[in-house]
């Protein structure tokens, strides 16, 4: 299983993107599902997680701002952010559990939030 992750760009503050990351053959046999950032010179942190049953996790810091969900029908996972702040300026890289596998990563996309 390969993840490709897209839809990265820069945007000014208050601004919205969406995020997709696709799975090469179906997401069913991939739970859970999410994005990890990183932002240069930081260290990796969750962003926010899905599993298959659609429970969702957010980091504080994204809370209220960006929604996580999955379409298993299209093999994809997104990560719609709003009210983007210069402080979630990163390099965004979803990741998967495979059920046979361990985990995937995706290539990362970035995402610059400009003042």
């Known amino acids: 299983v390969q993840l490709q992750a897209s839809g990265g760009g820069l945007v000014q503050a208050g601004g919205s993107l969406r995020l997709s990351c696709t799975a090469s053959?179906?997401?069913?046999?991939?739970?859970?599902m999410g994005w990890y950032r990183q932002a240069q010179g930081g260290q990796r942190e969750l962003v926010a997680r899905?599993?298959?049953?659609?429970?969702?996790n957010y980091a504080d810091s994204v809370k209220g701002r960006f929604t996580i969900s999955r379409d298993n029908a299209k093999n994809t996972m997104y990560l719609q952010m709003a009210s983007l702040k210069p402080e979630d300026t990163a390099t965004y890289y979803c990741?998967?559990?495979?059920?046979?596998?361990?985990?995937?990563w995706g290539q990362g996309t970035q995402v610059t939030v400009s003042s």
């Open positions: 899905i599993t298959d049953d659609g429970r969702t």
């Open positions: 053959s179906s997401i069913f046999i991939i739970n859970p």
């Open positions: 990741f998967g559990k495979v059920s046979v596998g361990g985990v995937r």
